[in-house]
């Protein structure tokens, strides 16, 4: 047993520090502080460029369809360095969905849509969640019907994050009302510029725009169908798990954790330092410990990933503590630094640029994004501590 990185995985780790260091500019980390966090600006984009002249889209993707073959460690080393640096995200379409498709898809799609996806011509919106399907998703009613060579559309979706932004849904659709209800769905690739979309918006506390996305007599070829009929429910929990995953990493929080630390060193309060006090400095220990602890969760099951496992109880477990970690952070965060913690990011006395104070707003998001804690937990104890389903006798 090893904690600790590989010569390679050392030397990928400072090869994408040396280029984030000379391409992450302040003007960028600024441009994302202004923006929407899923919306990628002028500059923002311009750098996601670079990273794909690279070669660094779909680290872990095969090679014939532009990726590097590589491990789940390495793309994780990645993901990591980009956060802490505080550099624009790689999105859910090449995170979570894309390497769904390219698990599942037919050859046709995969050679038709992976590389339109690679060279950002679509991005995908992730269309699951409906008014009576949240945490029960099988509850989804928006139907898709076969008609001839097409499928018919009806339905709403909602709390649809990118649905303004992307050119395309992953949608989840009722195909088979006959059947138990986690057998009759299909995921169908829908243009959001279709006749018959309509995406109306819904602005949030953390300065996310998410959607609700409406479905009126939508015609969609049947070749948009993802994988096969009716097996939408297994592709949407393999899509779930690497959104899970991605969740799970804490990297940019304990960048930050680190910033409040030297904006605690420098500031003095009552003639006090601030990080000469007990309880603040009892409340980043007890932080930073866990983050510590968080860390090597996630690489854990990346390197399971690597070994052909499947580490369920790990992803979840990293989910749900990842999550509460950010929401921590931005709790604490703000605490400590005292009345300055409450400022937002024009102020001229705000420390740490706002990011603190907008973490606090934006975290709870990552509690309920891919699936609440709540239901994390509860798969937990079924499938972990084998405890019975809620509510069976
Ligand atoms: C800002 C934002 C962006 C989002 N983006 C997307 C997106 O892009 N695409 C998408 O499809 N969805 C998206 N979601 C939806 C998100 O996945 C759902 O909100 C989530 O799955 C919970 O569903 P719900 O809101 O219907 O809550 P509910 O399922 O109604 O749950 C309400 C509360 O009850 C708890 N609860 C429910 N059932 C149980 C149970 N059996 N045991 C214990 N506790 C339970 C939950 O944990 C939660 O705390 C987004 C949500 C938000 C807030």
Known sequence: MRFEFTEDQIAWRDKIRDFLRQNVTPAIQQEKRNSDPITNGPLAKAFLEKVKKKGWIGIGWPKEYGGMGETMVKQFIFLEEFRTAKAPAIGMTLTSLAPTIMSVGSDEMKKEWIPKIVDGEIELALGYSEPDAGSDLANLKTEAVIDGDEFVINGQKTWNSEGHVATHEFLACRTDPDVPKHKGISIILVPIDYPGVKVLPIHTWGDVRTNEV???????????????????????MMALNLERFDIGSIADVRRLLIEVVDFLKSTTVDGEVLSKNTIVRQRVAELYSELEICKWFAYAAAAMIDEKKFPMKEMLMGKVMGSELKAKVGDIGTQVMGLY???RQHSKWVPVNGDVERLFRVAPLFRFGGGTNEIMRDIIAQKSLKLPREGAR
């Open 214 to 236: 409406f479905f009126d007599n939508v015609r969609v070829p049947r070749s948009n169908l993802v994988g096969n009929l009716n097996e939408g429910w297994t592709y949407a």
């Open 341 to 343: 913690g409450q400022l």
